[in-house]
């Protein structure tokens, strides 16, 4: 793996910020624009979103002066920590009954830097291959973060938990 650069760390921060930003940009501008790309509820599904945009924005903007092979390192760990913050989030939330918010801050923190960090480990194995399947999956899973915002399915990763200790009442 390279070492990160200087402006892989910036990177990160400002996509850090961005996406924490993200969290509270619907309860400020509610509206279907918004709705898009920020949380519009306390579900686990929801706060994908606030790793999901910013980081594919960051990746797209790292990669940009280089081949789109280049691509497939970052679109890969892009869904593996979306996957990663929906399963910590479960686990957390659901089996551990847990309601700290400094641990979701830390959940997130821990996977927006794992997304900046895989694809320096992934470059190598993957070489350049895969980038349009995995393009396909980025552009899928897109759609499916759309989707579920106006239409979620009746499932426990798009409950909303807004209400006081909500976790702790879920039926397993």
């Known amino acids: ?24 940009l619907y309860d400020f501008w509610p509206n279907w624009i918004t709705a898009l790309v920020s949380p519009v509820s306390e579900s686990l599904w929801e706060h994908v979103k606030t790793i999901f945009f910013p980081l594919l924005a960051a990746s797209l903007l790292l990669t940009r002066k280089e ?16 996957v990663l913050m929906l399963a910590a989030g479960y686990v957390y939330h659901i089996f ?5 918010t400094a641990v ?51 499932l426990i990763l798009f409950m909303d938990f807004s209400t006081v200790n909500t976790f702790r009442t879920i039926p397993y």
Not at 120 to 148: C, D, K, N, Q
């Open 96 to 100: 551990l009954s847990g309601e700290t």
């Open 104 to 154: 979701d801050v830390a959940i997130y923190v821990i996977c927006m830097a794992l997304g900046f960090v895989l694809p320096g480990f992934l470059a190598e194995p993957l070489g350049g291959r895969f980038v349009e399947p995995l393009s396909f999956l980025t552009a899928v899973m897109a759609l499916l973060i759309i989707i579920f915002t106006f239409m979620p399915p009746e």
């Open 67 to 82: 081949s789109p092979g280049n691509r497939a390192p970052w679109l890969l760990s892009l869904i593996l920590v979306c």
């Open 1 to 24: 793996m390279k070492h990160l650069s200087g402006r892989i760390l910036i990177a990160f921060v400002i996509t850090t910020i961005v996406g924490a930003g993200l969290h509270f």
